[in-house]
Nanobody
Framework: QVQLVESGGGLVQAGGSLRLSCAAS????????MGWFRQAPGKEREFVAA????????GYADSVKGRFTISRDNAKNTVYLQMNSLKPEDTAVYYC??????????????????WGQGTQVTVSS
């Protein structure tokens, strides 16, 4: 089992920044690729970003590319999502997730083994 706890969400004005953190406990954190997803009211959960177990490979949704940065610190068992130039359409509950299967596509929520409880991000216009 891997337990994931997100933090860092909040209310920010458009153009502002937030940094989300996801702290992991349980099984070896470095065995997992990590992803961030988000879900707005009435919408499906969507992929935001992911990072390989080593941190050497990252991937982003087109909607956040150039504005968001995913990183991880395996010594601290934590993955981060730095969000800059936030827009009202970024408003959602943000979830981190852990993926164990090598080669599984990062963009599909069903490929992830463990999920956090989510943290709310609200961007006002």
């Amino acid at each position: 089992q891997v337990q994931l706890v997100e933090s860092g969400g909040g209310l920010v004005q458009a153009g502002g920044s937030l940094r989300l953190s996801c702290a992991a406990s349980g099984r070896t954190f470095s065995n997992y690729a990590m992803g961030w997803f988000r879900q707005a009211p009435g919408k499906e959960r969507e992929f935001v970003a992911a990072i390989s177990w080593s941190g050497g490979i990252t991937g982003y949704a087109d909607s956040v590319k150039g504005r968001f940065t995913i990183s991880r610190d395996n010594a601290k068992n934590t993955v981060y999502l730095q969000m800059n130039s936030l827009k009202p359409e970024d408003t959602a509950v943000y979830y981190c997730a852990a993926l164990q299967k090598p080669g599984a596509p990062w963009g599909a929520p069903n490929n992830y083994d463990y999920w956090g409880q989510g943290t709310q991000v609200t961007v006002s216009s």
